[in-house]
């Protein structure tokens, strides 16, 4: 069994920082990229940003880009995502997620076949 769990999430004022990580657990761990994607209340699930664990490369949703940075840590099998800057509009379920294999979809939800349970972030005006 592959669980990914999620940590870090709060509530902050905007202008301010959060940073979440996400750890897969279980002895037959192994993806393509992992990241993140969120929800919000009334909206459908939105792509936040990957990592690809071989070699690295990142990719950002543009609402996202210049205020988070996503990292990992290959031997703790985790991800993380700093996130600075925050706006309300940030306020919503962050779910860590995994692709098993190669995928050219990485912003497509369905393609993702690990999903943690989802973490809180709120961000008050």
């Known amino acids: 069994q592959v669980q990914l769990v999620e940590s870090g999430g709060g509530s902050v004022q905007a202008g301010g920082s959060l940073r979440l990580s996400c750890a897969a657990s279980?002895?037959?761990?192994?993806?393509?990229?992992m990241g993140w994607f969120r929800q919000a209340p009334g909206k459908e699930r939105e792509f936040v940003s990957v990592?690809?664990?071989?070699?690295?490369?990142?990719y950002y949703d543009d609402d996202v880009m210049g205020r988070f940075t996503i990292s990992k840590d290959n031997a703790k099998n985790t991800v993380y995502l700093q996130m600075n800057s925050l706006k309300p509009e940030d306020t919503a379920v962050y779910y860590c997620?995994?692709?098993?294999?190669?995928?050219?979809?990485?912003?497509?939800?369905?393609?993702?076949?690990?999903w943690g349970q989802g973490i809180q972030v709120t961000v008050s005006s």
């Open positions: 997620a995994a692709i098993r294999y190669y995928s050219d979809y990485l912003y497509s939800a369905a393609e993702y076949d690990y």
């Open positions: 279980g002895r037959t761990f192994s993806s393509y990229v």
């Open positions: 990592i690809v664990w071989s070699g690295g490369k990142t």
